[in-house]
């Protein structure tokens, strides 16, 4: 822990140096990119709600499916009458955060840009891309694989009982599956930035790997909504791959690689 402090401190110290805006000015900065970003997320809970049925309808998809499989009723309860309008209001509002997120995300580059030098500034084209393309990687494995599998084992023992699935328990699990995965394949993007600022690096990474894959079974763990260790296996083992492709993308952008490139090309 001390050297990752260390490490952020040297990080710092070594941006101060970098001509930048007062205090004021960041504030401002600041302010300016929170306001386009709501902006941008309410034109994407605006888009998503026009679309919320069908929304709706892909989530459905994976339970429906389960269900048929197992020759069981497929169709999901409420409790009371508001419940359907809040689920409607709560998956709009998520969807209209992923199609808002390329948006958002450029924001939140306009805002860190200034503190960069000026050959780190390349990386905007790639950042933009692999955040989008990891996040979505993500939800569409757990979509596509881990939930209908981990719907499919439960109710392997379930036949006995009539299932009475209330639409907001369901869309929170859906959501702690999908959007958990999705955020969890983004761990190329935070050691991206961590190595970038010098705060993390290969060497790091690679001597602590041990506690990496104990947290990230923990995690799995945590996200899994099945509590048999396969399914955690299957969480987990994605994570893992992803770790050792950040080891590598921690290592193209350490600063103690780039300041050797330089010298050499400067020798």
Known sequence: MDDILDRARSAVSQRAELPGMSLLEHLEELRRRLIHSAFYLIGGFAIAWAFHDKIYGFMEEPIVYALRRHHLPTQLVIHNPVDGFNMYLKISFMAGCIIASPFILYQVWLFISPGLYQNEKRYVV??????????????????????????????????????????????????????????????????FFLSLFGIVSPKFLWKNIRFAVLIIFIFAAIITPTPDPLTMCVFATPLLGLYLISIGVSYSVSPARRRKKKESASA
Do not use: C, H
């Open 126 to 191: 790639p950042f933009m891309g692999a955040t989008v393309t990891l996040f979505l990687a993500g939800a569409y494995f757990g979509f596509r694989w881990v939930f209908p599998g981990s719907l499919d084992f439960l109710f392997t023992f379930s036949k006995q009982f009539l299932p009475l699935i209330e639409i907001n328990e369901y869309t929170n699990l859906f959501l702690t599956v999908i959007l958990g995965l999705g955020a969890a394949f983004e761990l190329p993007i935070l050691v």
